[in-house]
């Protein structure tokens, strides 16, 4: 099963990365967790029963390997604020985007996961619960109540 | 709750999302960091302490290639006949000698592997048998990095790759030589491996983890310690991490592969000067990546029952 796993790993590594940074929000860290999570997948690759669970099997690894590393940041950042100040003036573009961060880091590990899996890694709904061990109503209205919130987040300004 | 017009907005972010995801850089680094973690995650099931009676057939077998080996190296580094330092560790006849063997520096790679010298044994064989080990492993361990190195600047990439690789002595006092050898990899993100040797300075013999034991019980003794050790570390600090069960933090992920369940029959360890059984753990095999080098002193009333003698564990 290792070809399989190596390939799926080289192929997907830019979304797997693109994940991570989104949590972290910072390069280093984000490489990190995409090494860490690439040398778990393939030390504990006995524990993949069914190569067909590859894709949620591999995600699962990496939400957890964030977590963790966010519960590490938190000993470094008391706030984001002192990040804010190495911003250099946004252009419009980079602006929105700026602003959805600022949304998406209101969230909680868990809403964010589920808002991340959905629409960054276009999971269904049905995958998202498989992934966070959660049932599929849960995931749900969880879903929406994230997305109720990112919304209001981004029209107050 | 769920009007047309909430749809619509949500819509709007959904997509928002999904541009954003698209617009995070993904640097150059990331190619080769994958490549190496896929390398180090291949190695990483096999990675076993090292078995002492496998590696002295081998070496006695390739002693005399060793030694030629040693001689092409004064052309493979300039500043290998000049790098020689003596580093005496006590007024004992057995010393450990530092040799910074491969130095290597270029704009964004650069290696330095220092390997240590032990000398003064009465038996000399045993004496070759770890210093050619030890000179065989630093040897591939730059034949490895040099490989990189050429894999990266053919590639057409600029990051960093550096190797480090040194030794620490752990205990020397007048039974027990200590000594532990770590690389660290280090670029973007970083690895460290450390492995240990023990000699009983006496008898010169190599102490075993088994051989401090009447039986293959130790192994589970100390597990269940190392599993409180490190629920008590946790509770202690919540900043502290390890994937072991009932660990809290972990109660909404379920995620339980990569438990530890019990340490290897031939586990890295030492003994510290007090006579302490102290567990050593690489990088990743029991906590994530930041936690580092993980050990734990095995306390030796728990021992006492299943310990062969109190001869070196105290």
């Not at chain 2, 190797?163 to 050898?181: A, M, P, V, Y």
Request: hydrophobic share 35%; aromatic share 10%.
């Amino acid at each position: 099963m290792e070809p399989e796993i190596i390939n799926y790993i080289l192929q997907n590594k830019e979304k797997h990365y693109r994940l991570a940074y989104s949590y972290v929000k910072n390069k280093e860290d984000a490489l990190d967790i995409v090494q860490d999570s690439i040398v778990k997948a393939l030390k504990y690759q006995h524990n993949l029963k069914d190569i067909a669970y590859l894709n949620t099997w591999f995600y699962k690894i990496i939400i957890n390997t964030a977590k963790t590393h966010l519960q590490k940041q938190k000993r470094y950042f008391t706030t984001d604020e002192s990040l804010l100040e190495d911003y250099t003036p946004p252009i419009y573009d980079e602006y929105r985007h700026f602003e959805l961060e600022q949304a998406l880091s209101q969230l909680s590990y868990k809403e964010k996961t589920i808002i991340l899996l959905r629409y960054f890694n276009q999971f269904e709904l049905k995958e998202v619960a498989d992934i966070t061990d959660q049932n599929l109503s849960t995931v749900k209205s969880t879903l929406y109540r994230s997305l109720k919130k990112l919304k209001l987040l981004l029209e107050k300004d | 709750m769920k009007t047309n017009q909430n749809n619509n907005s949500y819509k709007e972010i959904e997509e928002q999302i999904v541009q954003y995801s698209e617009h995070i850089d993904i640097p150059e680094e990331l190619d080769f960091i994958v490549k190496r973690a896929i390398k180090e995650g291949k190695a990483a099931p096999k990675q076993k302490h090292f078995n002492f009676n496998k590696w002295s057939k081998k070496v006695a077998a390739v002693a005399s290639i060793a030694v030629a080996s040693f001689v092409g190296m004064t052309n493979l580094s300039p500043t290998f006949a000049k790098s020689m330092s003596d580093v005496p560790i006590l007024g004992a006849l057995i010393k450990v000698i530092s040799f910074t063997q491969f130095d290597y520096h270029k704009e964004t790679s650069d290696a330095t592997i220092e390997t240590p010298i032990i000398e003064g044994l009465q038996d000399k064989t045993l004496e070759e048998v770890i210093n050619n080990r030890y000179l065989e492993e630093n040897k591939k361990l730059f034949e490895q990095f040099k490989a990189e190195v050429t894999d990266l600047e053919s590639s057409g990439q600029s990051a960093h790759l550096g190797i480090n690789s040194g030794f620490e002595i752990k205990t020397n006092n007048d039974q027990i030589l200590s000594i532990g050898r770590y690389i660290v990899n280090t670029s973007a993100s970083s690895s460290t491996t450390i492995t240990y040797d023990t000699l009983d300075k006496q008898n010169e013999i190599i102490i075993t983890l088994p051989s401090l034991f009447k039986d293959n019980s130790y192994i589970e003794v100390i597990s269940e310690n190392i599993k409180i050790q490190m629920l008590e570390r946790i509770a202690a600090d919540p900043t502290q991490h390890y994937w072991v069960e009932g660990a809290p933090n972990t109660d909404d992920d379920s995620f339980s592969i990569d438990n530890f369940e019990c340490i290897d029959a031939n586990q890295a360890f030492y003994i510290s000067d007090a006579g302490k059984l102290i567990i050593s753990f690489n990088k990743y095999d029991i906590a994530p990546g930041y936690m580092g080098i993980q050990e734990f002193e095995i306390p030796t009333e728990i021992l006492q029952d299943i310990l062969v003698s109190n001869y070196y564990i105290k």
